[in-house]
Structure formats: structure tokens, C-alpha cells
């Protein structure tokens, strides 16, 4: 499934209509009918209830007056409270206010303190509240009347559904700026907006429910808009099924280079991960000192000692050459979970990089290893993965984590455009995008999943999947299996979970999908 910003869903809207004779009118009368019906799924019926619908100069409001006309033909008593002037409203709104009007629906303006009583006493007996005051064109500051308007809504703690998304959240960034109303159920037209996936919009939302309205598939589809959700759908596409000849070979040989003193545990984890993920073979390779530390835990990898200058960590000629060595017999490289940043080790890690001509995945360390120099990731001699959580990607780029999540899908896009890397930036709405401008967003996963080792598990989940699918669709796959691998868990345990739990039900994850695939056939 696509996912719109503002810009594009307008452009859709207008391509209806000149190609389609789809006029606006048509798709707001569809979109009132759609979320009258959400409206009576919010409530089980809407017969007999007492609804307050909330209607801005716009769009939104058009289709909010469209709603209120449906749902009091079905039964429910209506109370509308308009926010600007009549003559204010837009062309399509005010033609759908005039049909309100003519069935005799009590529409109120907010101007003196009487009106904000009627409200207030209004809000205090209504049994659900219906939001079409600002639609996905806002952004910016909230004018005063609005604010205590969504203010009120939010105090009244009634069952809210919004239209399109909630009033307050900018739709491009899921910003809001000072406040945004809480809702239940959001139906959004079309498609989803990047603000209903990214906080604070993604807790505003509450269950997104997402209709067409009737605008036809070839235009929600188009291949211009370049943000999509990574869903079962697009998952069960993903990762081929295995024949009965497979052998381990085939599924992949994965190196992976981790670990240092006092960080053994992120290199256990993300080479387990890579087995979990369904690699063939993954060879672990670690400072000599602590490879007897890690030999003794993991039966299943092959760890290799790597030769040290100095204690505990990664460094020097030796190391360099003895892992070159190492990578040519592999299909794929991990480097980075628990390394360190000792200099020696951060220049071991931009030297290797530079050398290895095999598909690479770069976490944590590693990526920290080009902080303040990330141009020098475009002459890498391959297309590389990095896996960086919010503060390891503003570390990269030399912003602040509040500077990045402002414009963080054009930061993110252009960032793997301009350094010829594939971006895997975890948050609790993950975002891969690729060099060619392609974002794909992921909502798997949950708040236990925000514990110490999660990133480890999600890098090695990636390398072992690299040889299984192609190694351009190995991230997109990864975050996949490892968010419903975290959502398994989080069935089970709750919010305590351990890295070890998401790990351990990689396998459950990988099963449920290939069922999926199965049932599909």
C-alpha cells in the first residue's frame, strides 16, 4: 500500500477529476457515506445516539457536513458546531452545509462565551465526537480558536473519530506543534499520510481505517509516489520458498564482525540472528582475546580469533587482512554490534569498508566510525545497509535528534540518495529507504521492543537474509520478520522483554510467513 504526503494526495485528488470526472463533490458525498459507516463501527450503532460533529472552512469540514447528513438518517441526533464563517467555507463545503441546512440540523458558530457553554454542555452529553475541523493542509501553529476547541474535545474524554487525520498533526511529519486531538479511529481518504506512522501523530491516530472513496486504484498506485507501507502483503513478496534440494550453502555463509571486551553480548546476538533469519553458515569473528568467551556460548557459529595489537579490541594490519581473508569466503559482512570506539577500531572499520567488495551491513560502531565524515559512505565500492537508531543517525548527518525527527522522511530520503547507502532507521515507525528515493515505512513492533540488544538482533536478522532474498530486499525483509518477531513476544511477555526473546521467536515469525505464503498459493 501507497503512503501520500499532503501534495500528493492533493494531486490525486485533481487527477480524479480531470481524467477520471471524478469532481470533488462526488468523492466528498463518498467519503461522508464512508465515515458515517466508521462512525457506527466506533459505536456499534449510531441509532438513538447523540453525536457532535466539528467542522473547519475546508475540505474536511465538507466532509464532515456530508457525515452528519448520513448519520442522521440513520437514527442519530446531531449537533454541529462550525468553526469559521459561513461564507468562509470552501465552494464544496458550503454546498454541503446548505443541504444540512435544508433538513434542519442545528449548526452553531463559536464566537461568544454562550456558544463555547453550548459546546462544553454539548460535549459533556454526546456520545462521540466526530473531528473534520483541519484536514492534511495544515501545518504550523494552531489558530486560538482551534486550540480551545481541540482542547475541549480532548477534556471531554469522548469517543473521537477523525477524518482524514486528527486536527493538530501535521500530515507530512506527524508534528504537532502545540496540541492535536486524541482519536479513537481515524478514517483516512485515499491513502495513509506519513503523519498517521510517525509520533506524536502515530499516538493521536488510534485504529487507522483507510478508504478509497472511489478514487480509482491506477492513481493511488502510481508509481510517481515513492513511500510505501511494508505490510503481510508486500512481506509474503519478499523471501522465495525454499526447495527440498536446498543446502546450507545456498542459503548463505554470513560473516559477521562484532565484539570487543566487555561487548561479547552484541556479537552473540546478532550472529544467532542471522542463523534465527535462516543463513546456512555464520562465522563470527572477534578480537582473539574474547574469542574463547563467545566459542563457549555459540555451538551453532563458527568463531574465528582475530589477531590484536591491542587488548580486547579490533585493530591493527594483522586484523585488517586477516578479515579481508575471511569476507572473500562469505556472501555477506555484518560489522559493527559491540566493536567499540577505540581510534585503532574506528579506523579498521573505514579501512575494511573501503576494501570489501561483498554485500555489507554497518551497525552501530560502524556506522559511528563516519560520524562527521558521511560523504566518504558514497565511495564505498558497494551499495552498504546501515541500521542506525534516531541518535546514530543524527550522529551521522551532525544534527540533533529533535532537528532529524522535524523532516525526518526527507532527511532520511535524501540522506540515502546522497550517500549511495540503503538507510534502515529505526524508531517506533522504522523507515528503509533506498538510494533511487524509494521509503518504505513499517509500523511492526511495540514499546517492549525498546531494550538493550534490539538493534543487534535486527542487523544480523538482515545478514542472514542477504543470500535468501535479493540483497537489495534483505532490509526491507529483516525489518519484517524482526518486528513480528517482537510482536510475538511482546504477546507472551509484555513489555520486559529482552533482545533474546525477539530473537528467539525469529523462527516463529519466519513460519507465520511462510504460511502466508502458502495459504496465497
Same mark, same amino acid.
Given at each position: ?27 466528498? *458525498? ?21 453525536? +457532535? ?30 468553526? +469559521? ?48 475541523? $483541519? ?103 519478499? $523471501? ?10 545456498? +542459503? ?38 574474547? !574469542? ?10 563458527? /568463531? !574465528? ?12 594490519? !594483522?586484523? $585488517? ?77 551532525? /544534527? ?24 534502515? /532507521?529505526?524508531?517506533? +515507525? ?73 530473537? *528467539? ?17
Amino acid at each position: 500500500m501507497k503512503i501520500a504526503t499532503s501534495e500528493e494526495m492533493r494531486n490525486i485528488d485533481r487527477l480524479a477529476a480531470e481524467e477520471y470526472g471524478l469532481p470533488e463533490l462526488l468523492l466528498m *458525498e463518498s467519503a461522508g457515506h464512508r465515515v458515517a459507516q466508521a462512525m457506527e463501527h466506533l459505536l456499534g450503532t449510531v441509532a438513538g445516539k447523540t453525536i +457532535c460533529v466539528l467542522a473547519g472552512s475546508g475540505n474536511n469540514g465538507g466532509d464532515a457536513f456530508a457525515a452528519a447528513r448520513y448519520l442522521s438518517n440513520m437514527g442519530a441526533k446531531i449537533k454541529i458546531f462550525l468553526t +469559521c464563517e459561513p461564507e468562509h467555507l470552501k465552494t464544496t463545503a458550503s454546498r454541503m452545509k446548505k443541504t444540512t441546512d435544508k433538513m434542519g440540523l442545528e449548526v452553531h458558530r463559536l464566537e461568544e462565551d454562550r456558544d463555547w457553554n453550548r459546546l462544553h454542555l454539548a460535549l459533556k452529553f454526546t456520545d462521540a465526537v466526530l473531528d473534520g475541523i $483541519l484536514g492534511t493542509g495544515f501545518n504550523g501553529e494552531l489558530k486560538k480558536k482551534v486550540l480551545r476547541l481541540i482542547e475541549e474535545v480532548n477534556e471531554a474524554g469522548k469517543k473521537v473519530l477523525a477524518i482524514d487525520i486528527p486536527s493538530g498533526v501535521e500530515a507530512d511529519t506527524g508534528r504537532v506543534s502545540t496540541v492535536a486531538v486524541m482519536a479513537d479511529m481515524t478514517l483516512t481518504l485515499g491513502l495513509p499520510k506519513v503523519g498517521h506512522l510517525l509520533s506524536p501523530g502515530a499516538d493521536m491516530t488510534g485504529q487507522l481505517i483507510v478508504d478509497d472513496i472511489g478514487i480509482p486504484q491506477s492513481l493511488l498506485q502510481s508509481d510517481k509516489i515513492q513511500q510505501s507501507l511494508l505490510n503481510d502483503k508486500l512481506a509474503k513478496t519478499l $523471501l522465495p520458498l525454499r526447495g527440498k534440494a536446498v543446502h546450507k550453502g545456498d +542459503c548463505g555463509r554470513i560473516l559477521v564482525i562484532a565484539g570487543s571486551l566487555g561487548m561479547t553480548g552484541a556479537a552473540a546476538l546478532a550472529a544467532m540472528s542471522a542463523l534465527r533469519a535462516g543463513a546456512g553458515v555464520v562465522t563470527l569473528a572477534v578480537p582473539a582475546s574474547v !574469542q574463547p568467551i563467545l566459542a563457549g556460548q555459540l555451538q551453532e557459529v563458527m /568463531v !574465528q580469533p582475530v589477531e590484536e595489537t591491542v587488548a580486547g579490541i579490533l585493530s591493527g594490519e !594483522q586484523a $585488517l587482512n586477516r578479515l579481508l581473508e575471511l569476507s572473500q569466503s562469505h556472501d555477506a559482512v555484518l560489522i559493527g554490534p559491540g566493536l567499540g570506539r577505540a581510534m585503532e577500531t574506528q579506523e579498521l572499520i573505514r579501512m575494511f569498508t573501503a576494501k570489501v567488495n561483498k554485500p555489507l551491513i554497518m551497525d552501530a560502531d560502524a556506522i559511528f566510525a563516519f560520524n562527521h565524515q558521511p560523504d566518504d559512505l558514497s565511495k564505498l565500492p558497494q551499495v552498504p545497509v546501515l541500521t542506525p537508531h534516531l541518535g546514530e543517525m543524527a550522529g551521522l548527518l551532525g /544534527v540533533s535528534v529533535p532537528e532529524l525527527r522535524e523532516s525526518l522522511l526527507p532527511i532520511v530520503r535524501e540522506a540515502a540518495a546522497e550517500y549511495q547507502c540503503i538507510l534502515v /532507521v529505526k524508531s517506533e +515507525c522504522t523507515l528503509i529507504a533506498y538510494p533511487d528515493g524509494m521509503v518504505f515505512l513499517s509500523t511492526l513492533g511495540n514499546p517492549g521492543m525498546a531494550t538493550a540488544g534490539s538493534g543487534d538482533v535486527l542487523a544480523g536478522t538482515i545478514a542472514g537474509l542477504m543470500k535468501q532474498t535479493e540483497s537489495g530486499l534483505a532490509p526491507l525483509m529483516g525489518v519484517y520478520l524482526h518486528g513480528r518477531a517482537g510482536d510475538i513476544a511482546y504477546g507472551e511477555k509484555g513489555e520486559g522483554l529482552l533482545a533474546g526473546d525477539i530473537r *528467539e521467536n525469529l523462527s516463529a515469525a519466519l513460519k507465520e510467513l511462510r504460511q502466508k505464503q502458502m495459504t496465497a498459493l
